[in-house]
């Protein structure tokens, strides 16, 4: 396609706004725009929004904000709201953005094209909140695929009906959705028969796939996933704990490329608040899930999503919270601080916390997890792990001593999800390495590889 301008992109919030990115930078490819890093070289600049909480929606409103003076300067550039800002906010967005040229819905993407040519013919202030048609048939554009990636996201769902009274999701992505297995697996193959090795499948809840479309269970779509030659690693987020069932837990012991880790958000240890939550299961429910699939998958990396100062939180609440940490032993966790969304019904519920007390109750049980993601990582010292190689590292550590020209230090990531930094003057991209663990940090690990085992 002939060459029209520059596109930049910035992405805020989930992995599926990334996978979607890919697809909207694929459909400007198409029309010409090539992708560029520097924002003052583009002709259209898109910014892919997030209303999970204020201050994801405050960056997308002040990064386009900036925009206004720019087309006075350039009044061809055109700017994109895309994404969940810009469906909950549909042509109320022209209020604080009077200079944005289109916003486009989540559902509205398989539109992106026209809706540029329109632009291009002098349409001004085009807005589409409508419903889904065709986004998921579209297929990555693999001649843009950057030669150094061994992992790529494909999202197998969307939407959600669980309407957790403090989250926006439902409202803005609509209700749940599952994607036809058949397009799932092509677009697998497409990514495999490019070097992709590994893939993460995506969806609000993706363990409650297929109950209402899609053709199969989820189970059966990580068998089908796990056929496509290629691919050797397979990961997928986010589960949620009522839909764990026991057809998931054994697909994951019998599957061996499926990665022995679960993201498995609890989002808060106090049964009240978990009923206030709305989220469909107790303290002791989640409990007994985490202790089955540690008995099924020993050594399984846990990681989970924790919500602090939830309306009506006390600090007993908070504390039932901090010991189902130490009870449950994560790998990892994400916390956030609870963030109003007036869409949500939560936005009215009574005794909010105030801002200083959950952000004293995040330090805290950030402090806590630190404690016991080390406790977790030393364990792993003097073992030997899988390590899917991603990439040279941009940072090298104190431990790396080049002993020839062709040592690098490299990065990768073990089936748990934990980061593995190590030398080698043999490995590449892609490479599955036996790295020796001999020292463990928060945040990495650090070992010396014992042999190559595939090319
Ligand atoms: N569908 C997934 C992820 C939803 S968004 C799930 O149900 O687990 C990712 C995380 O953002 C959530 O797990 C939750 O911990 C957090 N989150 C959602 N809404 C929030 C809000 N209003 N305030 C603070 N954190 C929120
Ligand atoms: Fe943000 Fe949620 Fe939308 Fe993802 S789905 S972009 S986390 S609001
Ligand atoms: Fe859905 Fe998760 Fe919210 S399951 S309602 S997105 S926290």
């Known amino acids: 396609m002939q060459y029209k301008g520059h596109a930049y992109i910035n992405t805020i919030g989930c992995q599926m706004n990334v996978y979607d990115s890919e697809k909207l930078a694929a459909i400007l490819n198409a029309l010409g725009f090539h992708p560029t890093r520097d924002m003052d070289k583009a002709d259209i600049v898109v910014c892919n929004t997030c209303s999970i909480r204020h201050k994801a929606e405050e960056k997308a409103f002040s990064f386009l904000g900036r925009f206004a003076k720019e087309k006075q300067k350039k009044p061809y550039l055109l700017t994109v709201m895309a994404g969940c800002v810009a469906q909950q906010e549909g042509k109320n967005a022209f209020k604080r953005l009077p200079h944005l040229d289109l916003v486009l819905g989540t559902q509205a993407f398989s539109r992106f094209g026209q809706h540029i040519a329109a632009l291009q013919s002098g349409r001004r202030q085009i807005v589409d909140t409508g419903p889904a048609d065709g986004f998921f048939e579209i297929m990555p554009d693999t001649a843009d695929f950057c030669e150094n990636q061994v992992s790529k996201f494909v999202t197998i769902m969307q939407g959600c009906d669980n309407f957790c009274t403090y989250c926006v999701v439902p409202y803005v992505r609509g209700s749940e959705r599952s994607r036809a297995w058949e397009s799932i697996v092509e677009e697998i193959r497409i990514l495999a028969d490019s070097g992709i090795r590994e893939v993460t499948l995506l969806g609000q809840n993706v363990n409650s796939y297929g109950r209402k479309e899609g053709g199969i269970s989820f189970a059966r779509l990580l068998e089908k996933v796990a056929g496509v030659e290629g691919i050797c690693r397979i990961r997928f987020a986010t589960s949620h704990p009522k839909d764990l069932s026991s057809e998931l837990i054994q697909a994951m012991t019998d599957l061996d490329k499926v990665c022995s880790h679960l993201h498995l958000p609890v989002q808060s240890g106090s049964d009240k608040i978990l009923k206030k939550m709305n989220r469909g299961y ?27 100062g939830f309306p009506s939180e006390t600090r007993t609440d908070f504390n039932d919270t901090m010991s189902l940490l130490t009870e449950v032993q994560f790998d990892s966790i994400f916390a956030f601080a609870y963030s109003d969304r007036s869409s949500a019904p939560a936005a ?27 406790n977790i990582n030393k364990k792993v010292k003097g073992q030997v792990v899988q390590v899917l190689v991603e990439g040279v590292s941009t940072r090298l550590h104190e431990k790396f001593v080049k002993t020839s020209d062709k040592m690098k230090q490299m990065t990768g990531r073990t089936a748990s999800n934990k980061i593995v930094h190590f030398p080698s003057d ?8 036996d790295i020796k663990i001999s020292d463990a940090y928060l945040h990495s690990l650090w070992g010396r590889p014992l042999e190559r085992l595939t090319p």
């Open 282 to 308: 107790t303290r002791d429910i989640y409990l007994s899930r985490i202790n089955d699939l540690k008995k099924a998958c020993p050594g399984i990396g846990l990681s989970t999503d924790i919500i602090v």
């Open 348 to 374: 009215k519920f009574a005794d909010q916390v105030k801002e200083k007390e959950k952000m004293d109750r995040l330090n805290q049980l950030l402090a806590l997890q630190d404690q016991v993601t080390e």
């Open 426 to 433: 043999t490995s590449g991209i892609g490479d599955l390495v």
